[in-house]
C-alpha cells in the first residue's frame, strides 16, 4: 500500500515531519513576521511537502513577502517537473495558512484552481 507522508522544513532548516497545525502557523509566523532569514542572510522561507513514497511529490514553498510557488514533481528526488512552477502572492498570512492546509490535506485539485499567475 501507498504510504502518504508530509514534511514541512522550517525557516531555520529544520524539517518537522507530519507538522500539526500550529507548527505550520508558527512557521509562517516567522516567515510573515520577518524573523526567518536564510543561511546567507537574505529573506527566509519555509516549505511544506507532500508525497507519496512510490512517487508524486508536491511542494509549497512561501518567502517572506508572501511569495508563493507551487510544484508539482514526480518522485521525492524531483527527477521530473510535472508542471511548470506555480507562483502568486500572498499578502495574508492567514491565506498562506488556508494554502497550507489544502496541502496537509492532499487537496491538489483546489491549490491548482488557485488564482497563480501566468509567468
Known sequence: MTQAWLVLTRPDG????????????????DVYGGKA????????SAVLR?????GLMYEMEVSSGGAVR???????????????PRTMTVAAQADALQL???????QV????NQPWRDD
Open 70 to 84: 507551487f510544484a508539482e514533481w514526480s518522485d521525492r528526488d524531483c527527477e521530473i517537473a510535472l508542471a511548470s
Open 14 to 29: 529544520r524539517d518537522v515531519a507530519a507538522p500539526s497545525e500550529a507548527q505550520l502557523a508558527a512557521a509562517l509566523a
Open 37 to 44: 532569514a536564510s543561511n546567507d542572510g537574505g529573506p527566509g
Open 50 to 54: 507532500f508525497g507519496y513514497d512510490d
Open 109 to 112: 485539485a483546489k491549490i491548482r
Open 100 to 106: 497550507w492546509r489544502l496541502m496537509a490535506q492532499r
